[in-house]
């Protein structure tokens, strides 16, 4: 689609049925099929150069891309890197329970809500988790990242402010459904 006008340019069938969002970076489209595989669709000639799965084959509920790396989430609780270029995985870390939310990143860190009520921060280089922030509730909406805080809502508790540093609780809105921006 033209952004400018609006008219359509013209339509990609990429074969198979894609599912969640798809996610632009430099060179590729990253998109999700119904088989849970993420396929790396090439902005030049179109096709799909190469596929990145998790292990146990669990549905792919989130992905997010970098120049050089891309992040994916599962309903199995599996969050991994992978470096575009080389087309390989760099690490994998196991949460407790799915993740249905949206993976965010900021600078070098990685931000995943849980539905095993983790707030879970990885340093994107290598997985280690910087802190965890337990809510106490089943956590279904992404965090919003704030430059010094991160807000949640967590089901049936209200809307957390977490300092991003070191993972302390600021306070707690009992009432609070979810904060749009800073």
Same mark, same amino acid.
């Given at each position: ?10 339509? =990609? ?16 489209? /990253?998109? %999700? +099929? ?7 669709? #090439? ?13 146990? *084959?669990?549905?792919?509920? #989130? !992905?997010?891309?970098?120049? *050089? ?5 599962? @309903? ?5 890197? /992978?470096?575009? !270029? ?10 407790? @329970?799915? %993740?249905?939310? @949206? ?6 860190? %990685?931000?995943?809500?849980?539905? $095993? ?6 340093? %994107?280089?290598?997985? +280690?988790?910087?802190?965890? /922030?337990?809510? *106490?509730?089943?956590?279904? $909406? ?10 949640? =809502?967590?089901? =049936? ?9 070191? *993972? ?9 459904? @979810?904060?749009?921006?800073?």
């Amino acid at each position: 689609i033209d952004p400018n006008i609006g008219t359509e340019l013209g339509v =990609y069938d990429p074969g198979f049925t894609s599912v969640n969002r798809s996610v632009r970076q430099s060179n590729y489209l /990253f998109m %999700i +099929s119904a088989e849970a595989i993420i396929n790396a669709v #090439s902005y030049e000639d179109k096709l799909a150069r190469y596929q990145v799965s998790a292990e146990d *084959g669990s549905g792919i509920t #989130s !992905l997010a891309a970098t120049n *050089g790396s891309a992040v994916f989430t599962t @309903d199995s609780g599996i969050v991994a890197r /992978f470096d575009i !270029l080389r087309r390989s995985k760099n690490w994998q870390f196991q949460a407790k @329970d799915a %993740i249905i939310a @949206d993976v965010v990143l900021v600078g070098e860190y %990685i931000y995943i809500s849980s539905t $095993d009520t983790n707030i879970y921060k990885l340093w %994107i280089l290598d997985g +280690s988790v910087q802190w965890l /922030f337990r809510s *106490g509730g089943s956590l279904i $909406d992404s965090v919003r990242a704030g430059e010094k805080v991160v807000y949640q =809502y967590a089901k =049936y508790k209200g809307l957390y402010c977490v300092d991003a540093a070191d *993972g302390k609780k600021l306070w707690l809105q009992p009432k609070g459904l @979810d904060v749009l921006t800073e």
